[in-house]
């Protein structure tokens, strides 16, 4: 059984920095996409950013140039990496594991606002 465990979120002024770290405990196999997603309230989960296979990697339009997704693949661990952040980018943060199932963290508040 996978499981994930995300940490690094909290309170930072706009401006300020975050990196998020998603822990998978299991059998990972080498074919995945490693992501993060986040919703705020009122609004759906949206993408931020992935990584397929160790190499294939997408943003969102509104996180390109602030945002990196990396990964420790011997660790079982990846990080996102927040500069640059606004008040917008407020919400709950989940990571995500595609493998031949699909596996969620149980998400992390990251808060903008001065």
């Known amino acids: 059984q996978v499981q994930l465990v995300e940490s690094g979120g909290g309170l930072v002024q706009p401006g300020g920095s975050l990196r998020l770290s998603c822990v998978a405990s299991?059998?990972?196999?080498?074919?995945?996409?490693m992501g993060w997603y986040r919703q705020a309230p009122g609004k759906e989960r949206e993408l931020v950013a992935s990584?397929?296979?160790?190499?294939?990697?997408k943003y969102a339009d509104s996180v390109k140039a602030r945002f990196t997704i990396s990964t420790d693949n011997a660790h079982n661990t990846w990080y996102l990496q927040m500069n640059g952040l606004r008040p917008e980018d407020t919400a709950v943060y989940y990571c995500?594991?595609?493998?031949?199932?699909?596996?969620w963290g149980q998400g992390t508040q990251v808060t903008v606002s001065s």
């Open positions: 299991g059998t990972i196999f080498g074919f995945n996409t």
């Open positions: 990584i397929t296979n160790g190499r294939q990697i």
């Open positions: 995500n594991l595609i493998m031949v199932g699909e596996y």
